[in-house]
């Protein structure tokens, strides 16, 4: 029986008891790219994960969109005069102008919101106060598919699906 010097954690190993532990890490190496075929690529490897190609997150954040569209509208139908609400409006009509306001001034002064550069553009063509209700909704419900792609990852499908619910 064979001992070697200490190591530098300070605890000695038989010669023999490296080789098994060698030959076990050589196992365990070869079992591991055993598991992947040698003729799939790392570019592969990665296209093979969980996708979102599931449709429930895409038509539940389609739901969530219509719902909070709806309920937006009505909002706005019933009351009209939210103060915010004009705040950013007018900056997101005077986005290719002076993107300012009537209580703010410049709203880059107090907001960093290039997001309202899209919202302008949809109001150049669309000239309604909706506009900024209907994107706040399709903003929100873009959140579920990436929820779920997340959860997914790291869990099954249910679990995720869950996930994307709460």
Sequence with gaps: MIFDPPNS???TMRTSERRKKREGDANALSMTRAAVPPSVSPKQQLNQGPSLRDAFPWFLALGYAIVFSVLGAIRYAVHKNYVDFGIFLQTSVSAFGCFCNQIEGSHWAFHFSPILYVVGAILAVWHSPLVLV???AVAGALTLPAVYGLV???????IARLATLV
């Design 9 to 11: 954690s300070g605890s």
């Design 152 to 158: 997914r990852r790291r869990s099954d499908g249910n």
């Design 134 to 136: 209907f994107v706040q």
